[in-house]
């Protein structure tokens, strides 16, 4: 059982995109909850979160560090996974996380994985993009390929660091490529 922890930066569109893509896991039986994780107060995460029968959590600070950390210090889970808003998993991801998960609990040994980045066919390509890809290719994974780590190795690496830049790069450094997964289930980003 897993929970899912989303930062949404109040957007409801990419939020709803990401809860689509989640409900086959909970019917699975899969995720236990899902966590929206909003600092704006503006009211349209909270409502989401109530008609989506998610948990809403308010948190101070604008990072998405701090959204992270105060998702997995409310999760109730033994594993945790991070999605940014506007993640789509692809089609294969729940099979492939339960053997994840299994795999991982019977070895003994700390592992985490991140899914396989893969940009919507319908956005369009600009500088950013160019530079986020020869990123990936350089230093491995960034933040929005999301995360799967159980909670007690979460909690030996420190977590996020919530006041840091660029915390999901640091959790990422922290690591390391060896204890580090590569799933082959793709995540889109839409919105």
């Known amino acids: 059982m897993l929970s ?8 409801e569109q990419t939020a709803v995109a990401t809860l689509a893509a989640l409900v086959p896991g909970a019917a699975a039986g899969i995720i236990r909850e899902v966590l929206l994780v909003d600092g704006t107060r503006n009211g349209v995460i909270e409502r989401v979160a109530d008609v989506a ?22 999760a109730r889970s033994p594993w945790l996974m991070f999605l940014p808003a506007g993640a789509v998993l692809e089609t294969g991801w729940i099979e492939e996380t339960t053997q994840f998960i299994q795999a991982v609990s ?12 893969a940009r919507s066919p319908y956005s369009d390509t600009g500088l950013g993009d160019i530079f986020r890809a020869v ?8 933040g929005d390929q999301g995360l799967l780590i159980a909670r007690d190795h979460y909690d030996r690496i420190g977590g996020y660091p919530p006041q840091a830049r660029r915390s999901e790069a640091q959790l990422l450094r922290r690591l ?3 204890s580090r997964t590569m799933l082959r289930s793709r995540i889109v980003m839409v919105g």
């Not at 101070?60 to 409310?74: F, H, I, K, N």
């Not at 990123?135 to 960034?142: D, F, N, S, W, Y």
């Open 53 to 74: 029968g998610c948990r809403f959590i308010g948190f101070e600070g604008s990072s998405q560090g701090a959204a992270r950390a105060a998702g997995a210090l409310q």
């Open 176 to 178: 390391g490529r060896s």
């Open 4 to 11: 899912v922890i989303i930062p949404t930066e109040g957007v």
């Open 106 to 117: 019977s070895s003994g040994r700390d592992r985490a994985a991140v899914f396989r980045y």
């Open 135 to 142: 990123a990936r290719k350089l230093v491995g994974p960034l």
